[in-house]
């Protein structure tokens, strides 16, 4: 839920400090990645790999918005 928080906050505030909030998530995210890596198969590999792209994506959007309005 805390992670759902910060997203949502991050995206409101954008700019460089909603990048930051974004950051946080997916900094918690590599880690327990890395943490979990040796003992994960390649499914689990896969899934958490891919949440923390998606993860990325959006900080990197945060970051350098194009307004399409």
Avoid: H, N, Q
């Avoid at 928080?5 to 995206?11: A, F, P, Q, S, T």
């Avoid at 974004?22 to 499914?43: D, E, K, M, S």
């Avoid at 993860?55 to 194009?66: E, M, T």
């Amino acid at each position: 839920m805390g992670v759902v928080v910060l997203l949502v906050i991050g995206g409101l505030v954008g700019g460089a400090a909603g990048t930051v909030i974004v950051a946080l998530p997916v900094i918690f995210a590599a880690w327990l990645l890395y943490l979990a890596w040796p003992t994960l198969g390649l499914a689990e590999r896969a899934m958490r790999t891919s949440v923390w792209v998606a993860l990325i994506a959006v900080a990197v959007v945060i970051a350098f918005p194009r307004d399409i309005f």
